[in-house]
């Protein structure tokens, strides 16, 4: 009965679950491996996607570390009043995401020089674009991420804070005083104190080294009205990180505000300015606006019906959900490299290996789910694989998935659905 949380012997992706569950008092088995170790070697192959953590509980096995975390976050008490309180918690946590993929890529560089250039970037440049606007957001909520009270997005803002410190030191934010309070507040908590006091000592990654807004600012030029009924989508003129969430609206029968603007274009420029994090979609409801498309996309699945059945299989569904935007990061990766023998390296590796790897395990869930990715029935994560192999035709046509039929049966299925063929039928076309 006690849960079994197995990572690597370091805190990165796995100590904002710690947290909550020593938060809660709830007991757990924190089983550590050493990375590149030959308890790694054995243990990789068996794990579902070849990565850590993974949760087990009741004889059943979950990965994705925001997944897990938000299960466990749920059973002790760290969710938000509402939907979109959880939304905007989501919001955070992706962004954190974000943050922690974009200051860390200096870690894959092999090149001395290149890697060095690109942790500067990440300390001059990346950690402090994201921090002050976060800072702002701390400020607005009196020294919380959400509705100004304590949120499992204060957790996540803690253990983001505690990674900054293995690449720079507590330098590159210690000038945000909201933040700290954050920290601050989360590391108060006797429970969290007793954790931090009793847990095993780690020097996480520089083992790898040397081997190697009240809620969110309101927006000025893009919100045409506040207090809006109808939600308001803004992406891209494509279909990539907005299209699941146009899928969702359409299976609902929920009418919403398409709105697309032309990367490159001076509209774009002026509205990357004004949103959150420079990014799009965004979603205002209501006179309210959130960033991330996953969690936006979590938020409309719950509007429209496609949620699981209990906890653990909104578990499921996140876990499928962010290994399907993981494969969708690792093929895409080659479209930002600028040397061209590189890219083209890039780019087979990711057609030949990446998108196999994945796409044989994805097709053996669905084997196993008859048809479905969670649960033998329609969730919100078979509309994500049907969006996923959109993705990975505008990169490579229907050739690196057309041999996986389980997969073309959950497409079939979604795209079957007389809202969802009604809204393939009547988009607009787009090159990705």
């Known amino acids: 009965m006690t849960p079994k949380l197995t990572y690597f012997n370091g805190k990165w992706l796995a100590e904002l679950t710690r947290l909550l569950y020593s938060y809660g008092s709830v007991e757990f088995e924190d089983v550590r491996v050493t990375y590149g170790g030959s308890e790694w070697d054995s243990l990789k192959p068996t794990t579902p996607f070849g990565q850590l953590p993974t949760l087990e509980e009741n004889g059943k096995v979950a990965w994705q570390s925001a997944a897990i975390a938000r299960y466990v976050a749920k059973k002790v008490g760290l969710m938000g009043s509402n939907d979109w309180e959880n939304l905007e918690i989501d919001a955070i946590v992706d962004t954190l995401a974000d943050l922690r993929f974009k200051m860390s890529q200096f870690f894959y560089e092999k090149d001395e020089t290149k890697q060095g250039a690109l942790k500067k970037t990440a300390i001059d440049e990346t950690i402090p674009y994201y921090l002050e606007k976060l800072d702002k957001i701390a400020k607005e909520n009196n020294g919380h991420m959400v509705a100004k009270k304590l949120t499992w997005a204060d957790f996540a803002l803690?253990?983001?804070?505690?990674?900054?410190?293995?690449?720079?030191?507590?330098?590159?934010?210690?000038?945000?005083?909201?933040?700290?309070?954050?920290?601050?507040?989360?590391?108060?908590?006797p429970n969290i104190k007793k954790w931090l006091e009793t847990r095993p000592v780690t020097e996480f990654f520089q083992i790898r080294l040397k081997k190697s807004y009240n809620h969110f600012v309101v927006l000025k030029k893009i919100i045409v009205s506040l207090n809006r009924m109808i939600p308001k989508l803004t992406y891209l003129n494509g279909k990539w990180l907005g299209e699941l969430i146009r899928l969702l609206f359409s299976f609902g029968d929920v009418e919403f505000e398409d709105v697309r603007v032309v990367y490159g274009s001076t509209e774009w420029e002026d509205l990357k300015r004004n949103t959150p994090f420079g990014q799009v979609p965004i979603l205002e409801e209501n006179g309210k606006v959130v960033c991330q498309s996953t969690a936006i996309a979590r938020y409309v699945a719950k509007k429209v019906g496609l949620m699981g059945a209990n906890d653990w299989e909104n578990l499921e569904i996140d876990a499928v959900v962010d290994t399907i935007n993981d494969l969708r990061f690792k093929m895409s990766r080659y479209a930002y490299e600028k040397d061209e023998i590189k890219k083209e390296s890039m780019k087979k590796i990711s057609m030949e290996e990446t998108l196999p790897y994945y796409l044989e395990r994805l097709d053996k869930i669905a084997k196993e789910n008859n048809g479905y990715m969670v649960a033998k029935k329609l969730t919100w994560a078979d509309i994500a694989l049907k969006a996923i192999l959109e993705n990975i035709e505008v990169l490579a046509g229907k050739t690196p998935y057309e041999k996986y039929e389980n997969l073309i049966t959950v497409k079939n299925n979604v795209d079957s659905i007389p809202n969802i063929k009604k809204w393939i039928e009547t988009r607009p076309t787009s090159d990705f």
């Open 158 to 189: 803690t253990v983001l804070l505690d990674n900054i410190e293995v690449i720079g030191g507590k330098t590159p934010y210690e000038k945000f005083k909201n933040l700290i309070a954050v920290k601050n507040n989360v590391e108060s908590i």
